[in-house]
């Protein structure tokens, strides 16, 4: 058995998820944000038939936003930088152990207080047990399928802003020691202008052991090589490429901006898919409806969320049952 963390579609007993926290940084996206936030919990919850939602804001006037706008979820309350959790919230082992790593702001790009070490305090919140390694890794930047295989992108992990003293077999050999990995399916480069260097998170996503969803380019889509490149790397590394229509070129403000519908997030009575007004938003969640047949795949939109630079996955880190 592997000593791996279990495959998002496995189980959960509960779901951190950042609440928006700080108006600076939000500014005039604050309430839309939040609103897009707690119904994105909302769907994770399920009317009690999906998941515990643990909503984590950084002070006292989030937390009673929270708790108001959303009644069915546990507020806890913790400083962090930003809603990012999937990156800075502990990764959790099969045998339980909450893993928690450097973090240095995506490579140095943005230092808030709080976003080092909150996975560790989060952990000791719910009794977890801690293991705190010495190397800079971010919970997006990796998707395992719970088998030891672990999927990431060069253009992130062998960043020489995050670990540059580390090579890529060096690497793998952490991922080995640190988390139960024994496979790693290297991608290249992640979606443009994705501020932390390509997070896999947003470009391929397992969705069962062995196969992979990968987005299908869209006319005029400004990310189609990166597409292209990942699906011919993971059909020869020997795994099933399943595809997922691509939104296409997302604008905001005149610039392309990572709109992705593989931003999901599999909970255990929903999967909850961001969508951003593109033409494709619908066939996006048909298409990830027939992959996960058993639950109820929901479309929401994410505008504000991304105005952020990330969607559902990026915030949210699940707890295994």
């Not at 059909?235 to 399943?242: D, L, N």
Request: glycine share 10%; hydrophobic share 45%.
């Amino acid at each position: 058995m592997t000593r791996a963390p279990r495959p998002e579609w496995a189980p959960h007993k509960a779901v951190w998820i950042g609440f928006p926290s700080h108006p600076e940084l939000w500014q005039e996206d604050l309430d839309q944000a939040r609103d897009e936030v707690v119904a994105f919990a909302a769907a994770v919850h399920a009317d009690g038939k999906g998941e515990q939602v643990l909503l984590v804001a950084a002070n006292d006037e989030a937390a009673d936003a929270a708790r108001a706008m959303a009644p069915f979820a546990t507020v806890i309350v913790e400083l962090f930088g930003d809603i990012w959790l999937r990156d800075t919230g502990p990764i959790i082992g099969a045998d339980g152990t909450a893993n928690s790593f450097l973090f240095n702001g995506w490579g140095g790009k943005y230092d808030l207080p709080g976003d080092d070490d909150i996975g560790l305090r989060l952990a000791a919140e719910r009794g977890q047990t801690p293991a705190r390694h010495d190397w800079v890794l971010e919970g997006g930047a990796i998707d395992g399928d719970g088998t030891g295989l672990v999927v990431s992108t060069e253009q992130c992990l062998l960043n020489p802003n995050r670990n540059p003293a580390l090579d890529r077999t060096q690497i793998e050999q952490r991922l080995r020691d640190d988390l139960g990995y024994d496979r790693v399916l290297w991608l290249g480069d992640g979606l443009l202008n994705d501020h932390t260097d390509g997070h896999v998170d947003n470009l391929a996503r397992f969705v069962g052991e062995g196969r992979l969803a990968l987005p299908v380019a869209a006319e005029n889509d400004p990310n189609w090589q990166v597409y292209q490149q990942a699906a011919d790397r993971a059909r020869a590394f020997g795994v099933e490429v399943v595809p997922i229509p691509s939104p296409g070129r997302v604008l905001r403000d005149d610039e392309v901006v990572p709109a992705s519908y593989m931003n999901f997030y599999i909970g255990n009575a929903a999967v909850v898919v961001p969508l951003y007004g593109a033409a494709n938003d619908d066939a996006a969640v048909a298409a990830i409806q027939a992959i996960f047949p058993d639950r109820q795949v929901v479309g929401l939109r994410a505008d504000a969320i991304l105005t952020g630079g990330g969607s559902f996955h990026c915030i949210s880190q699940q707890i295994p049952a």
